[in-house]
């Protein structure tokens, strides 16, 4: 299994930025699928996750309101959008791809991993 994230950028507070992870390699359309964040110097934190269906969706506080996750499972994506970027929130963005009992919160929950894309937001 193979996931490739892009979409990173640098943008201004307050500005927007969608991020977008694809995957290959036949992974479960059961999986559940999240995004986390490393900041320099820091460990990496959850951000958000959707199940299978896209019917149960899970947000670190920080981002709650701001930031949407989506996944299409036709095209095998999950989307990521951040509205209302803070300086606080600029990070390399992960994708991952968990098909455990989780929970999802937890990065030892996810056995694939993109190469991550970096978000920097400007004050």
């Known amino acids: 299994v193979q996931l490739q994230a892009c979409g990173g950028g640098l943008v201004q507070a307050g500005g927007s930025l969608s991020l977008s992870c694809a995957g290959s390699g036949g992974t479960s359309r059961y999986a559940v699928k999240g995004w986390f964040r490393q900041a320099l110097g820091k460990d990496r934190d959850f951000v958000a996750a959707?199940?299978?269906?896209?019917?149960?969706?899970t947000y670190e506080d920080s981002v709650k309101g701001r930031f949407t996750i989506s996944r299409d499972n036709a095209k095998n994506t999950v989307t990521l959008l951040m509205n209302n970027l803070r300086p606080e929130d600029t990070a390399v963005y992960y994708c991952?791809?968990?098909?455990?009992?989780?929970?999802?919160?937890?990065?030892?929950?996810?056995?694939?991993w993109g190469q991550g894309t970096l978000v920097t937001v400007s004050s």
């Open positions: 991952a791809v968990g098909t455990g009992r989780g929970p999802f919160v937890r990065s030892d929950a996810y056995e694939y």
């Open positions: 959707i199940n299978w269906n896209g019917r149960e969706l």
